[in-house]
């Protein structure tokens, strides 16, 4: 599971994109109020108007209806028409985000976490921030040799070492 960078919700009490519902079969968002925000109004014959060819489509409301609007301070308060960006794979973006909401998913990440933690071990602790052997089998015994250092360190903690008779 690798989580999604959504950088989509806002802090200051205006509605996201998560409140704008996406209509697949006419290629618009409808917001909360009824309204469709379209990617174009009109066809256009001039190629260079139309999409960026960036993986970013626009789409935007009309500004005579968002000027009328009674919910524009919790939609658009510091512009005339609301504007929603949509990125060219966001269907996946959506369906990592379904996943990110379930337990499996909060199970993954505690592993990954545990994963991590050993490798920045393994890096800052014990110097592996660059190998000093060549090669593939080089790479190989080098991390071999530090996997078992940290396996040594977590039988330790777990097993102490047994105390003299008569020391305390």
């Known amino acids: 599971h690798i989580p999604v960078i959504d950088k989509a919700g ?9 409140d704008f ?25 001039d190629p260079n108007r139309g999409p960026t060819g960036k993986g970013v489509v626009k789409y935007q409301a ?9 919910s524009k301070s919790k939609c658009c308060p510091n512009a005339d028409a609301r504007k ?18 379930t337990r499996q998913y909060d199970i993954s990440m505690k592993l990954r976490k545990k994963v991590e933690m050993l490798f920045a071990h393994l890096k800052r602790i014990l110097g592996l921030g660059r190998l000093r052997l060549r090669g593939p089998c080089g790479a190989n015994d080098e991390f071999l040799l530090a996997a078992t250092a ?14 003299k008779p008569g020391t305390a």
Request: charged letters at 30%.
């Open 21 to 45: 519902e996406w209509d697949a079969r006419n290629n618009q968002y409808i917001c909360p109020e009824g309204e469709a925000l379209k990617q174009f109004r009109r066809s256009y014959s």
């Open 84 to 101: 929603i960006t949509r990125e060219e794979h966001e269907d996946a973006h959506q369906v990592a985000r379904d996943i990110a909401k």
């Open 62 to 70: 009309l500004k005579l209806t968002c000027q009328a609007c009674p």
């Open 10 to 18: 806002r802090t200051d009490g205006t509605w996201s994109r998560a």
């Open 150 to 163: 940290q396996n040594l360190r977590k039988l330790a903690k777990i097993f102490p070492a047994p105390q």
